[in-house]
Structures are given as C-alpha cells and as structure tokens.
C-alpha cells in the first residue's frame, strides 16, 4: 500500500514513517503541507492519505477537499491532535475517510489504515461521541421524513454502513451480491443527499441506526 504522511511537523512525519514502514506493506512518502499533498497525489496517486489539519500554505481541510474531488478513489485519513468542532465538522464535510487523533495506539493505527483502504469508516471513539453530542443540539428531533424514504432493505444497508462494513461484509451479511449492494448503496446516496460512506455513517449515528462504540 502506497500511502502518503502530510505533516509540518517534520519530526512527527518521520516518526510515523518509520513506524509504518515497520510494516512490510507499507510504503511511505511524506510532504509538509496540504498545497504538496496535493502536488503528490496528482504525481503519484498513492492509495492513502494520512492528513494533519492545521498547516500553513494549504491546511487539510482544504487539501482533503481537493484530493477527493478529484480523486475519489484515494482514502484520506485524518491524523491530528485536534478534535475541536470547527475542525472535526470542516474535514467531515471535506469527504475525508476517516478522523483520528495522534494519540491512536501504533496497531490501532495499522488497522485503521488497511481497513479505511478496504472501504470501512473510523473514527475515534472521542471525536465520534463530540459528534453525536453536536447533532443531538442540533438537531433534538431527527427529521424522520427523510428515513421514511428509504425502503427496508436500504435502512439495513445504512446500519452496516454506519458500523463500518464493506460491501463485500454487507453482501455476506445480507445474502447478496456485491453488484446488488453498490446499487443499493448508489440509491441511498442519492436519496440521503450524500455523496460518500463516512456522511452516510453519520446519518446512522444521528437516526440512532447504530451505537456509537460500534464505530
């Protein structure tokens, strides 16, 4: 897996280099904010990006945008200390995969790269609750109107989602094929008004579709 360290903190790009490439599968470049992430994404097209937020130049908020829009296929990962709500809700709306924070354990980190490059969602348990907490001020009665347009086959789809499944898990689990499941996926995008997995898994924890430690 050829996976990209957006850092400008030199010392922390390297350290995590290093404990990557621990890991034989792993191949690792690193650049020192998100104007060369996006630079190196067009160059190289790796498989996964590991961003920090607050950087100079560009922060990754910003280069989380433009790398999926015009790289939806390359998993953007969030690696930061920060888990403030402004951040958090920014990175989220920008399509990245997934939000962790720098204190992750090294084999939480391991997995949480390969599974995020298999299709599934992580967020970190803290950043996942501050989430739900803000949706529940926001929003204290869910607009159920937009649950009932989903059929039953596709609320189960959503709940998967929302606990991180691939769909290669969600076929084996909902006994159909792969093929049936991204149409069924492709449907429930668009009658939800999203546009990836990790904004379809929010609106699970929202509709209480799942709980949030199965995140």
């Known amino acids: 897996m050829n996976i990209l360290i957006c850092d400008d903190q030199d010392i922390i790009a390297e350290g995590l280099k290093l404990i990557l490439e621990s890991q034989p599968d792993f191949k690792v470049d690193t650049v ?9 994404v067009i160059e190289k097209q790796p498989d996964l990006v590991l961003m920090d937020l607050n950087m100079p130049i560009m922060n990754g908020v910003k280069a989380t ?11 953007v990962l969030i690696l930061t200390t920060y888990g403030d709500d402004e951040w958090l809700f920014d990175a989220i709306r920008s399509g990245a995969d997934g939000y962790l924070l720098k204190d992750i354990p090294h084999t939480k980190l391991f997995e949480a790269i390969r599974s995020t ?14 989430m739900f907490d803000q949706m529940a001020q926001r929003t204290p009665t869910p607009d159920t109107q937009l649950l009932k347009k989903l059929n039953d086959r596709e609320v189960e789809i959503l709940k998967l989602i929302s606990r991180g499944y691939t769909n290669t898990e969600i076929s084996e689990t909902i006994h159909l094929s792969e093929g049936t499941v991204r149409n069924y996926i492709s449907a429930l995008f668009s009658k939800l008004n ?11 924890l929202r509709y209480g579709l799942t709980d949030i430690n199965d995140l």
Request: overall charge negative; proline content about 4%.
């Open 194 to 204: 999203v546009s990836d997995r990790t904004q379809a898994a929010l609106l699970g």
């Open 32 to 40: 020192s904010d998100g104007a060369m992430a996006v630079e190196m």
């Open 117 to 130: 490059d298999a299709g599934e969602t992580h967020i970190d348990p803290k950043v996942a609750r501050r």
């Open 65 to 75: 945008e433009i790398i999926k829009q015009r790289f939806p296929d390359v998993k």
